[in-house]
């Protein structure tokens, strides 16, 4: 903030802010409005006057779009004025998926820096493998959702060799299968960026690396690793937030009672728009907070290395 405020980038945000806001209220009154005429005609109030017609839509139980106030009062009952560990709290909800979102993330990353060694080091990797981690985001997330996360829980707590080895309680089955989607989702980035950085070095310093004599191994962890650390991190960043979109489309499908898809779930069921939008707003601040994290990860590491940081 204190950077944009340099910038003189801080009105013109506000300025974007206040007019989406407006445009906000405007867009609720007009799809509000048959439904508030519907109550009009139905109770025989006639001598309804425009300002009480605007507010009224602004204020029904369940309306089609719910205005901002509506939705910032929703945020606060189910967060600061609701103790965190009730089942209504977004801020418990906010945790079911944000531990599947964290597990997946660690597992996307590890799998995604591995898949991207591979690939670099073998040509036969790269040209067989590559196509087909392409090809995978082409599948629709939300037709195979539902396949993982069924089939993983059932082999977590079956009666088999991998339910034995790791001997999984239900809930650690549940958060394991939503990770999966996470897995899927946030390798991706990390594959196609990590491939770019160990490719990074130019020439020149391969082959002041073999001058050195210096072996693969050296040359990896001297050269193309500490290279490529601004695209893992860069990637990181979309990973965490595809990886927070997996964890919620986990638990759209599978009928989930805890987690911010379990609550947006709940909300299209029961017709709660205002508990959907809360619900999407805790979401998006999540995201947010997820990102700057990584963020703040990069800039301690690259002070660590001695690096100027961004």
């Given amino acids: 903030m204190e950077k944009a405020m340099r910038q003189g980038n801080t009105i013109p945000v506000l300025i974007v802010l206040l007019a989406l806001i407006v445009l906000w209220y405007l867009a609720a009154i007009g799809l509000n409005a048959p439904w508030q005429l519907g109550i009009y005609e139905r109770g025989g109030v006639t001598d309804w006057s425009w300002t009480q017609f605007v507010g009224d839509t602004w204020s029904q139980e369940r309306p089609v779009l719910p205005s901002p106030h509506q939705v910032l009062i929703e945020f606060w009952n ?3 004025a609701m103790a965190p560990t009730s089942k209504r709290s977004l801020v418990y909800h906010g945790w079911v998926t944000l531990s599947a979102t964290l597990l997946g ?14 690939i670099v080091h073998n040509s036969a990797t790269d040209r067989s493998l590559m196509p087909w981690i392409i090809a995978s985001q082409t599948i629709p997330i939300l037709a195979i959702a539902p396949m993982i996360v069924i089939i993983s ?6 009666d088999n060799v991998l339910a034995n080895w790791f001997g999984l309680e239900a809930d650690s089955a549940r958060l394991v299968s939503k990770a999966l989607i996470s897995t899927y ?17 130019e020439q020149l310093q391969l082959d002041l690396m073999h001058t050195y004599n210096a072996s693969s191994s050296q040359t990896f962890w001297k050269l193309r690793f500490p290279i490529a650390l601004p695209y893992l991190f860069t990637s990181m960043k979309v990973a965490v937030a595809a990886s927070l979109v997996g964890a919620i489309v986990g638990e759209l499908p599978t009928g989930a009672v805890a987690g911010l898809g379990a609550r947006l779930l709940g909300g299209s069921y029961y017709g709660q728009t205002v508990q959907i939008w809360s619900a999407l707003f805790a979401a998006a601040i999540l995201a947010g907070v997820l990102v700057i994290a990584v963020g703040v990860a990069e800039r301690l590491v690259t002070a660590r290395m001695g690096g100027q940081p961004a």
Avoid: D, E, I
């Fill in 153 to 158: 829980y059932n082999v977590l707590t079956g």
């Fill in 78 to 80: 189910t967060t600061a």
């Fill in 105 to 118: 993330f660690v597992l996307g990353t590890a799998l995604g820096v591995l898949l991207a060694v591979l």
């Fill in 185 to 201: 989702l946030s390798f991706f980035p990390v594959v196609v960026g990590m491939v770019k950085g160990f490719r990074s070095p």
